[in-house]
């Protein structure tokens, strides 16, 4: 009995250790381009509450999501909108800038902002 006992423990153990070994691989899979999304993020003069309400104006819809990204080595916000009639729209603003960039309507035309 004390057999069984003992390898229940060790099998116990090796699991939990193996478990704390893969947590510990998967926080560390960070590579460049997350540090240069993060460094153009910090430095960006416009905020995320800036760029939905732009996105907001722009469209007249509302937000539904956003989230900065890296496009082009230029550093912009998505924001998907949802308009009055159910139609779903996503707009990129310049995180520099301020200024609507892209327009995605939701049939995946693109639009270019003057």
């Known amino acids: 009995?004390?057999?069984s006992k003992s390898a229940i423990a060790l099998?116990?153990?090796?699991a939990f250790t193996l478990g704390m070994g893969m947590m510990a691989f998967a926080g560390s899979d960070r590579d460049d381009t997350?540090?240069?999304?993060?460094?153009a993020f910090q430095a960006?003069?416009?905020g995320l509450?800036?760029?939905?309400?732009?996105?907001?104006?722009?469209?007249?819809?509302?937000?539904?999501?956003?989230?900065?990204?890296?496009?082009?080595?230029?550093?912009v916000f998505?924001?998907?909108?949802?308009?009055?009639?159910?139609?779903e729209t996503e707009i990129l603003v310049d995180?520099?800038?301020g200024q609507v960039v892209i327009d995605h309507?939701?049939?995946?035309?693109?639009?270019?902002?003057?």
Do not use: H
């Open 78 to 87: 998505e924001v998907e909108l949802l308009a009055a009639d159910g139609a």
């Open 34 to 39: 997350d540090d240069q999304e993060q460094a």
């Open 49 to 75: 509450a800036q760029a939905i309400s732009t996105a907001e104006s722009q469209s007249g819809g509302r937000a539904m999501s956003a989230e900065f990204e890296m496009e082009d080595g230029s550093g």
């Open 11 to 14: 099998l116990i153990g090796g």
């Open 44 to 46: 960006a003069p416009i």
């Open 105 to 114: 309507d939701d049939n995946d035309k693109m639009e270019e902002k003057d």
């Open 95 to 97: 995180a520099s800038t």
């Open 1 to 3: 009995m004390t057999k």
